[in-house]
């Protein structure tokens, strides 16, 4: 049996809703179906304004303009993420300061970020890895004692929450992506979710900011909503509206969010079960949700003793023709970090895991015969 890593989800409606685009006429960003994306993804993070994006870098790259990040500033961020978390600050100029992950959730070890902090420091990124959510009240909190922003990347925790709270909603700023691989996607797309009333710095709120950033730095939202006559340069910005195809297509996805988490949360549920054995034996751990939590399924991943063992799995899996991944190299031993003189540090949790992790086949159509396979084939290849 062959089992893909992923297949992403088509819900029905999009061939539909794209030929409704054509037919409708300007294919540019700001109409109807972006419209239509931004208020289901609002009324799906708390009500919060949602802005949508061409993906989740380019809402990072957004937030870090929004923040007004300078040259020298200093961002803390977990070195086990993908590179936009950090790229996007580096872009204005900012020192990343990496922060070693918790074994349980492989999340920002929340104990570990105030010894980073140092006066230039201006933000806090956490990012919620597989759709688990980092532990934000501590987050919020020491952000709040030292005056610091907080941005969520949340490219993998949309639909999922932390007490209740929506991913993405609970920072000052949060991002989501719709990239092929995700839960819910339209290709390559993206948010923007706004949690602050006035951008810092200047007088203006954040919710217009995020509009002028989004369209190139000027003010075309005021324009397409009939307030001036003729736009103009405003700001700072770049091309970050999606077209209205990428747009046709996310809108006939969104309304099937919870059904599509739904059914990988139950893909994870089963391995969780299946492999507990194992787990028990001391053979692998698998990922942790604290009771704060709850997950959108968005990885199942399990670690082994050592790189040795699971590359041997690994291979093992791909013979029977299971697909499995490993995932980032944490950011502070990559070159780029040692061209911005990021110091030399150990981060051995992040090490460690970045080394003996593998993730396993999840999607919201993945067979019970698929995930038996692969609960079996796991097995035989640590025996
Ligand atoms: C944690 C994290 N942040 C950001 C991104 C970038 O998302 P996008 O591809 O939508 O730009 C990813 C991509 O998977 C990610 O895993």
Redesign the pocket.
């Known amino acids: 049996m062959k089992v893909p890593f992923n297949k992403p989800p088509i819900c029905g409606g999009e061939i539909e809703n794209i030929r409704t685009a054509i037919s409708s006429g300007p294919l540019q960003g700001g109409g109807k179906f972006m419209g239509v994306c931004e208020s289901l993804i609002s009324g799906f993070c708390a009500g919060r304004p949602s802005l949508l994006t061409n993906?989740?870098?380019?809402s990072?790259e957004m937030a870090a303009m929004l923040c007004d990040i300078k040259p020298g500033d200093e961002i803390i961020v977990p070195t086990y993420?993908?590179v936009?978390?950090v790229s996007a600050f580096v872009l204005r100029g900012a020192k990343p300061v990496f922060c070693d992950i918790r074994a349980d959730t492989l999340n920002i070890d929340e104990t570990k970020i105030e010894e980073l902090i140092t006066p230039k420091t201006r933000a806090i990124v956490p990012?919620h890895?597989a759709g688990v959510a980092c532990e934000m009240d501590t987050i919020m909190d020491i952000a709040k004692r030292h005056n610091l922003l907080v941005v969520e990347?949340a490219?993998?925790g949309f639909f999922a929450f932390y007490k209740d709270k929506p991913l993405g909603s609970i920072g000052d700023l949060g991002?989501l992506?719709?990239?092929g691989?995700?839960n819910v996607v339209c290709g390559?797309?993206?948010a923007l979710i706004v949690n602050m009333e006035t951008a810092p710095n200047r007088n203006v709120s954040a919710t217009d900011r995020a509009n002028f950033i989004r369209e190139k730095g000027t003010n075309r939202i005021h324009f397409l909503k009939g307030k001036i006559d003729k736009y103009t340069w405003v700001d700072l910005g770049s091309s970050y509206i999606p077209s209205e195809l990428s747009a046709a297509f996310l809108a006939a996805q969104l309304p099937h969010t919870e059904e599509l988490t739904r059914k990988r949360v139950e893909a994870w549920n089963f391995y969780k079960e299946a492999l507990a054995p194992l787990e028990k034996k001391g053979l692998i751990k698998t990922g942790c949700i604290p009771d704060s939590c709850r997950t959108n399924g968005h990885i199942f991943y399990i670690i082994t003793e050592s790189e040795k063992r699971t590359k041997e799995l690994a291979d093992f899996l791909a013979k029977r023709e299971i697909s499995s991944n490993s995932h980032y190299v944490p950011l502070h031993t990559c070159p780029m970090a040692k061209q911005l003189g990021c110091p030399d540090v150990k981060l051995p949790v992040a090490e460690f895991s970045a080394k003996a992790m593998l993730r396993l086949p999840i999607h919201s159509y993945i067979s019970k015969d698929e995930l038996e396979y692969v609960c079996e084939s796991v097995e035989a290849g640590l025996k």
């Open positions: 993906s989740c870098t380019a990072l993420t993908f936009s978390t990012v890895y990347d490219a993998q991002s992506s719709f990239h691989t995700k390559e797309g993206g």
